[in-house]
Nanobody, 122 residues
């Protein structure tokens, strides 16, 4: 069974840094795009950053210059380095990946992690 497991969240002061890690496991044939989303209290889930297999990245404007997404294709892992954190970055961060795996051998599908809490105190 394919699953995504996140780690690295926590409590940090404004201006600090955190590094999120998301590892995919199970029977995996290939992984296409991977990304991070977040959901603040009372708000809808929003895209934070995505990265293709080839390394092309995309960021929401509010994190450009502060967050960096990267991936290790050999380890089926995606990272989110978050610097200069602000209180408005607080929320639950979810990993997402489009995976062709043993669960659905006929094609790829999106998987989500369970989420990791990031709290930035001002």
């Amino acid at each position: 069974q394919v699953q995504l497991v996140e780690s690295g969240g926590g409590l940090v002061q404004a201006g600090g840094s955190l590094r999120l890690v998301c590892a995919a496991s199970g029977t995996i044939f290939s992984i296409n795009a991977m990304g991070w989303y977040r959901q603040a209290p009372g708000k809808q889930r929003e895209l934070v950053a995505t990265i293709t297999v080839g390394g092309t990245t995309n960021y929401v404007d509010s994190v450009k210059g502060r967050f960096t997404i990267s991936r290790d294709n050999a380890k089926n892992t995606v990272f989110l380095q978050m610097n200069s954190l602000k209180s408005e970055d607080t929320g639950v961060y979810y990993c997402n990946a489009n995976i062709w795996g043993g669960d659905y051998p006929g094609g790829s599908r999106d998987y989500w992690g369970q989420g990791t809490q990031v709290t930035v105190s001002s």
